[in-house]
């Protein structure tokens, strides 16, 4: 049975439920992947009415399944006899750790006081942590360190390519380097460098091609005088981002760098200025290409052409604004696109192209890249949006990829 204190439910970074005991997830548990895929999906929208139909199709997207209804009661009642195993359900009456009902043809998961689901925590932490941060500058911290500490890496690893997991997984990556950059600006105005360096260390851990991240460890090591150390990091992750997503430093880093050049001729460390002579660059500030829509048509036709030749590495990408941004005033609404385009310039490579092709949608062209690269720099341009743009209402604005292939027409 469940200890009396409580059940934690893991899902960031890896997926485990725990009491005061440890594990309760055996072997025999993690071998039935689509039972515990079940669970995963009803601690995702825990306290939603489901359909047995939608159910299915997030489950089982590429079966044909003849009576999804009956398929899922079957896993139903084999999930309700895995939890009552683990002493967390004993009866459907019981709801001293969750509950599982179906009631007027929806399905429910809920959890009570006494379990812990990680996320609910971690938003909590960064609510308080918001609420704080103006006021009560220290209190913030303390809640944005907890928030930090609970984030152990992506919602639900083992689903990584599940479609349904991908906007969760993604919400909670925002919120977590929202909460990141809101407690490393504190840690600044407090002047406490070395917990910046630490925390920045420690997120490298969950994402080391955060560029803001960089920035404000960069800056940390040149004020505590550790310019040899800032000159390595900043050769070791510049060629990672090059290496690995095909992209070129932020204006920002290169200020940094400059200042890393400036300070390392003030000390006259002849073996620092043999690794500026390795970093120095002679190609001035890339960007992607802004085009007009006529431009941009004749490179998409081209890409089209060259797919024929080398399938698979050029993408077309679409940031769309919702609907609800229509509703604007058109001068604001101007300013967001063009706020849009800009980011979207300065995010790409130049030999990336990007057009405005309505009032509410920027359309771009990636090449030479591949598939597994497109979320993040979907994530890089999104973390531009964030620290840049404010959507009113906090709506998102939307980015979706296609490869570009000979079959396309391009309207």
């Not at 310019?227 to 430093?249: C, D, F, R, V, W």
């Not at 941009?296 to 679409?318: C, H, M, Q, V, W």
Request: aromatic fraction near 10%; charged fraction near 30%; glycine fraction near 4%.
């Amino acid at each position: 049975m469940v200890a009396d204190s409580g059940l934690q439910i893991i899902t960031l970074g890896n997926f485990d439920l725990r009491n005061g005991n440890g594990s309760l997830l055996e072997p025999k548990h993690n071998r039935s992947y689509k039972i515990m895929d079940l669970l995963k999906l009803f601690i995702t929208y825990k306290d939603k009415n489901m359909i047995a139909d939608a159910i299915a199709e997030k489950l089982y997207p590429e079966n044909e399944l003849l009576d999804p209804r009956n398929t899922l009661r079957t896993q139903v009642y084999r999930l309700r006899k895995m939890l009552a195993e683990m002493g967390i359900m004993d009866d459907p009456d019981d709801d001293r750790y969750c509950q599982l009902n179906f009631q007027n043809g929806y399905y429910v998961f809920s959890l009570n006081g006494n379990c812990n689901l990680d996320v609910d925590l971690f938003e909590k932490y960064i609510q308080n942590g918001n609420t704080f941060k103006d006021q009560e500058p220290d209190q913030a911290m303390d809640w944005y360190r907890k928030a930090l500490t609970l984030y152990k890496g992506e919602y639900l690893p083992d689903n990584m390519y599940t479609e349904w997991v991908i906007p969760t997984r993604n919400r909670y990556h925002r919120l977590y380097f929202r909460a990141l950059l809101q407690q490393l600006d504190l840690l600044k105005k407090d002047n406490l460098v070395q917990e910046i360096i630490e925390t920045c260390e420690e997120a490298f851990q969950i994402d080391p091609y955060e560029e803001a991240v960089q920035e404000y460890y960069l800056e940390s090591l040149l004020m505590l005088g550790q310019i040899k150390q800032a000159a390595s990091h900043y050769k070791y992750i510049t060629t990672k981002l090059n290496q690995e997503l095909g992209i070129k430093p932020s204006p920002v880093l290169r200020e940094i760098y400059q200042e890393i050049k400036r300070k390392a001729i003030q000390k006259n460390d002849m073996n620092f200025l043999d690794i500026i002579r390795d970093l120095q660059e002679d190609e001035a500030v890339e960007s992607a290409f802004d085009c007009d829509m006529e431009e941009f048509r004749a490179i998409y036709n081209l890409e089209k052409r060259k797919s024929l030749r080398d399938p698979g590495t050029s993408f077309i990408g679409f940031v769309s604004a919702p609907a609800e941004i229509s509703q604007w005033e058109p001068r604001e609404l101007k300013s967001c696109m063009q706020k849009v385009k800009g980011i979207l310039l300065s995010s790409l490579r130049r030999g990336d192209v990007v057009t405005q092709w309505s009032e509410r949608t920027v359309v771009f062209i990636v090449t030479d890249t591949s598939p597994e690269s497109l979320p993040f720099i979907s994530r890089r341009i999104e973390n531009h949006f964030d620290r840049e743009i404010t959507i009113k209402n906090d709506v998102p604005l939307r980015i979706d990829f296609k490869q570009i292939d000979d079959s396309q027409a391009l309207l």
